[in-house]
């Protein structure tokens, strides 16, 4: 059986990766402690100000419905950022696999038009979200 280690070059890429990632996990983890702590979250200025819901709107209480495993209740906070959330982590999963193999690489076309779909699939979201007919 074959064996497949990284190369030197690899193994620093990959370090830069978790240098990079584990301080954003820290400030998540340190987010859902706060907000499990004081119930307090962070405010949407958007909403504040048009009393619209924006794209973002829920995530926080979205996330805290998911680490209880209450799929309905983190549905009803963010539908769009929830359904989205395999793909994210799959793109993160390859994005990062790709780039501790081969370094910093030219973005393929799939990943740009899935990045449009996503805008506009966002945008759609967010008028609809605002209207009578959602019922999430």
Same mark, same amino acid.
């Given at each position: 059986?074959?064996?497949?280690? !990284?190369? *030197? ?7 830069? !990766? &978790?240098?990079? +990632?584990?301080? $954003? %996990?820290?400030? %998540?983890?340190?987010?859902? $402690?706060?907000?499990? %702590? +004081? /119930? ?9 100000? +048009? /009393? ?5 709107? /829920? $995530? ?12 309905? *209740? *983190? *549905?009803?906070? @963010? ?13 993160? &999963? ?15 076309? #799939?990943? @740009? =038009?899935?990045?449009?779909? =996503?805008?506009?699939?966002? =945008? &759609?979201? +967010? &008028? #609809?979200? @605002? ?6």
């Amino acid at each position: 059986m074959k064996k497949h280690s !990284l190369s *030197a070059e690899q193994q620093q890429r990959l370090k830069s !990766l &978790i240098k990079k +990632t584990l301080p $954003i %996990l820290a400030l %998540l983890v340190g987010y859902y $402690i706060f907000v499990r %702590l +004081t /119930g307090l979250g962070i405010p949407c200025p958007f909403y504040s100000l +048009t /009393g619209k819901q924006c794209p973002g709107c /829920g $995530i926080s209480r979205m996330f805290m419905a998911l680490m209880r495993f209450d799929l309905a *209740a *983190a *549905a009803s906070y @963010n539908l769009f950022v929830l359904c989205l959330l395999p793909f994210g982590l799959f793109l993160f &999963i390859y994005k990062s696999i790709v780039y501790i193999r081969k370094g910093a690489t030219k973005t393929p076309m #799939w990943e @740009n =038009v899935f990045y449009i779909v =996503v805008f506009v699939l966002c =945008v &759609i979201f +967010t &008028i #609809w979200r @605002n209207t009578p007919s959602y019922i999430f």
